[in-house]
């Protein structure tokens, strides 16, 4: 949950090269964005992988999540995830079939339902789709840790902000104080339970002695806050880690364009592509391009910072 | 102001479901990304209208307490599938510091606990479903109907099943193309044995905790100030000098 390195961008970028193993690799190209515009382009990847069920533009997106997978996590985490979202995929083409019977080209027939090749290709494509969203997921989490993500949404809601930073410090902390609170009765070992039923009521002890507990500490520290001037003011400043300089106003116009045009280029082809009762034909090659160009921003930014450092060194 | 967005935020909580029945019905065919919209904006306009309502620390503290209690129980039952406390415990807060704190810990529990278990598009599904769960819990509440016990249980029992309803939903409506009758029975028969299980284990964790939690809670409720300091805001009129920095 921590940044790796919470220092200075610059620091950063020579304390974690190249071997540093807490933070993934290619964390650190992203520390040069602000994380407003990472966020943005991450969001607008998957809204466009979710939105465009389309062959071409799922395979897209899913090779060039795959491939940043395998540039961020390496070889072995990447190879394990597929290693069940290849299931995934194959069970999303074999249930769509089965729940919905259309198409024209007939498979084969199980208990009179047929199977349309059709059906087959739509249920692949979702199953696609959705280890593609997944693979995106799971990379933007690499790059974007929860600190920066709540630096970009605390300033908009900084009471909900402020709930769920809480809430990640006191999961730890419940964990910790349950700890305690068990050691303590273990302590009293005159009143150890002596059968099941003992056994479970003293869990439930255990767990309403913590909530309790929890609950009046907690309540000591909104009366500590309100002491030190909480809600005193309509609006509270937040340390702002993260300034929005000229890259960033460029770089955010590089993603809204590339992302606009492939946005209308994706849906002209989806207008244009069926896959009842027949499968279409997919349009030419070059509409596809800037999708392509957006969904592998991420790794070319990687790779360009890569090529920056080597030149440095 | 207020008011407005109060009114708007039922109407939005409203919203999710009927998008999601009524995109069954017509058929669209980019369902999976609107109703996940329909739910993201859902969750966004009850944040805003939630911050709006400027709550009280003594508001706030007790929904992240909770919140992380629900998240901390999902991750010590992760092991054990379907046994998930975090429905039983947006009952009882919903029930105990009402139906907007109800909403407050199951969308936080989920949105937290989700580090643990993983994002997905399945996030804001969970924070939904169980949000509405509190929220209902706490309407309900309000209505006195929660003083007859069998009623709470009955509705965890019902809550549990709606949070496996309303998240098979979206991917029968969304993901199974073209939707038929028969087909979306099926998969939600072939869900059914899970949800009741989840509706077990919400039944058995409210017997456990509802009524001695909800004493609790209230003796401490009594022990810390009157009603109004958790009902209303406080506004603090006078703007006090730079204590330094406060919490951030």
Redesign the interface.
Known sequence: ?RPGGAVQQSDGQQAGRPGDGRRPRGAHAFDLVHPAVVLGCFAAIL?LT??A?HPVFLALSFSAAFSFSLYARGWRPSLRTLAWQAPLVLL?AL??P?????GSTELFRIASRTVFVEGVA?GAC?GL??AA??LW??NA?LVLT?DKVLGVLGGL????G???S???R??P???ER?RLIESALKAASSARAHTGVEGVAGR?RQ??V???W???D??E???A??A??????RR?T??VRHRFRRFDCAAAAVCLALGAASAVLAWVACVHYR??PVMGSLGPWWGYLPFALFVSLPLLLCLVDDARWKKVC | MRRVLRAFEVLVLVAVPAVLILCAFLRV??T??LT?VVALVALVVF??S??VG?????Q??????????A???R?LFAAVPNVKPVTAVCIVAGVVFGRRAGF?VGA??A???N?FF????WTPWQMYAWGMAGYFAGVLAESGLFAYRPVVYGYGFLAAMLYGVLLNSWY?VG??????WQ??L??YGASLPFDAAHGVATVAFLL??FA??RK??ER?KK??GPSEMWDFP???PT??RD?GS???
């Open positions: 949950m809204a979710m939105l069920i999303c249930v769509n089965l729940f919905s019977g259309a739509f979702m789709m959705l969203a997944l997921f799971s989490a929860s809601l900084p009471t909900v402020l709930m769920v809480m809430t990640m006191l999961v902390q419940l964990v349950g439930v767990v309403s913590l909530m309790g929890s609950l009046e907690s309540l520290t909104a009366d806050m309100r030190r001037a909480w809600g005193a003011t509270r937040t340390y896959f009842y | 065919s980019q999976a990304v996940l944040f805003a939630y911050e400027r709550p009280t620390l003594r706030v503290m007790p929904t992240v307490v909770l919140g992380a209690l998240a901390a129980g991750m407050m936080l529990a949105f937290v606990s580090f993983g994002q997905g598009p029968i993901f199974v193309q073209p939707l038929t087909g979306a099926l998969a456990v905790i001695p939690w609790k809670l401490i022990k810390y406080t506004v603090t703007a006090t204590h406060g919490p951030q």
